[in-house]
């Protein structure tokens, strides 16, 4: 059974920050991608433009990720040294597996960084774009998850989720302080 204060210490590695996500001085940061690694808009787009060719020529190499998994490439010019490329699930309503799908790829994005040896991890809003996810519900989601996980990952120092928007920056805030409510 997990303590208390295992409980506490993986909220404690939680951050929330607004930024560019490409801009972090990470060990690794995550892309809300699609299955076919293809790229796209939002935070994916950002990274390929930032990082340049050498990422999508290595996803391409590797070709497919299922929704709720992760693969890993290099980072190409970014600060970051790996990005995780994680597919969340596109919302259709919440009966489609979506809390399932949301919270395994963060699963999975953080037992890959810890595989790769990772200490320090950047995450975007994973699925709450293009894959319209709204916000409030996949905050939670998100964030359980990565408490979850990081109990089990005791290297992974600190998990940064980084937005672009002061509205999804508070919603997620809202989140992780219930969270830590509930865990007292
Ligand atoms: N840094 C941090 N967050 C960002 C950045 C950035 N540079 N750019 C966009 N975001 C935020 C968006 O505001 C959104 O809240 O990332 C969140 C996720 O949105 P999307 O990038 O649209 O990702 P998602 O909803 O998971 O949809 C994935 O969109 O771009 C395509 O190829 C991608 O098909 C895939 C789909």
Redesign the pocket.
């Known amino acids: 059974m997990q303590t208390d204060s295992t409980q506490a210490a993986a909220n404690e590695r939680i951050e929330l920050a607004l ?4 801009s972090e001085h990470v060990d690794a940061i995550v892309n ?3 299955s076919g690694l ?10 390929h433009r930032a990082g340049g060719p050498e990422i999508m020529a290595q996803c391409r190499e590797i070709g497919y990720c299922a929704p709720g998994e992760a693969v890993i490439t290099g980072a190409g010019r970014l600060p970051a040294r790996f990005v995780i490329h994680a ?2 699930p ?1 919302w259709k309503g919440g009966g489609a597996d979506e809390e399932l799908l949301l919270a395994s790829c963060h699963e999975r994005a953080l037992e890959l960084a810890r595989e790769h040896g990772c200490r320090t991890v950047a995450f ?10 709204p ?1 409030e519900l996949a905050a939670p989601v998100a964030l359980a998850a990565t408490i979850e996980a990081l109990k089990r990952l005791p290297r992974i120092e600190k998990v940064r989720f ?4 002061e509205g ?1 920056l508070d919603t997620y805030e809202r989140a992780l302080a219930r969270l830590r409510t509930h865990a007292q």
């Open positions: 930024g560019d996500i490409t809300a991608a699609n293809r790229g796209g808009g939002g935070v994916d787009g950002a990274i597919v969340g596109v975007p809003a994973v699925s709450t774009g293009a894959y319209g996810y916000p980084v937005f672009v928007d999804l």
